[in-house]
T-cell receptor
Framework: DADVTQTPRNRITKTGKRIMLECSQT?????MYWYRQDPGLGLQLIYY?????DINKGEISDGYSVSRQAQAKFSLSLESAIPNQTALYFC????WGQGPTGELFFGEGSRLTVL | QKEVEQDPGPLSVPEGAIVSLNCTYS??????FMWYRQYSRKGPELLMY????GNKEDGRFTAQVDKSSKYISLFIRDSQPSDSATYLC????????????FGSGTRLSIRP
């Protein structure tokens, strides 16, 4: 089983619908992240959480919200999806003690299409 | 202007060739430099990281940082079809994963 699991892997929805992407991890890491990947733009940080009581906005948080339900679970919500939120979404974890950069461990991604 | 620029490719080379992948950046405060490899339909995984300037070698892979030119490179020797993937450079001014800036990735294909 993958250390970082994302569900669903693929989702097609309509404009205005509420969508939740879920992430769970078995790595025991405190830090969790949500990224968005678009062609030509690379990975952009949406939200991150250093522990259950800590939530921080990333560079592109508008239109998104998150919930850290437990150390191992971090979900991303789109309250009212719009077409330009069509993208590949990645959850990642890190452990601050692992090297100076805090290596990121990614899930396999959730492809979201908003029609 | 993006903080990190990376040629998207695609780059196609024959098996056994030496591959050079590059990124340029504008923020002189960047000190931590990374290369992530992303296979199709998978998440990125860390391939190499270096701190400040210089070279780092790991098997067939060499990462090179030239801070004076704001230029980093990843060299792959004796390239294999299994090296076919998208390579993302990444960098940070601080030792925190929340501050990492990613390049857009270069798609590499190694022809058997």
């Amino acid at each position: 089983d993958a250390d970082v699991t994302q569900t669903p892997r693929n989702r097609i929805t309509k404009t205005g619908k509420r969508i939740m992407l879920e992430c769970s991890q078995t790595k025991g890491h405190d830090r969790m992240y949500w990224y968005r990947q678009d062609p030509g733009l690379g990975l952009q940080l949406i939200y991150y959480s250093f522990d259950v009581k800590d939530i921080n906005k990333g560079e592109i948080s508008d239109g998104y919200s998150v919930s850290r339900q437990a150390q191992a679970k971090f979900s991303l919500s789109l309250e009212s999806a719009i077409p330009n939120q069509t993208a590949l979404y990645f959850c990642a974890t890190s452990d601050w003690g692992q090297g100076p950069t805090g290596e990121l461990f990614f899930g396999e991604g959730s492809r979201l299409t908003v029609l | 202007q993006k903080e990190v620029e990376q040629d998207p490719g695609p780059l196609s080379v024959p098996e056994g060739a030496i591959v050079s992948l590059n990124c340029t950046y504008s923020n002189s405060a960047f000190q931590y430099f990374m290369w992530y490899r992303q296979y199709s339909r998978k998440g990125p995984e860390l391939l190499m990281y270096t701190y400040s300037s210089g070279n780092k070698e790991d098997g067939r892979f060499t990462a090179q940082v030239d801070k004076s030119s704001k230029y980093i490179s990843l060299f792959i020797r004796d390239s294999q079809p299994s090296d076919s993937a998208t390579y993302l450079c990444a960098m940070s001014a601080r030792s925190s994963a929340s501050k990492i800036i990613f390049g857009s990735g270069t798609r590499l294909s190694i022809r058997p």
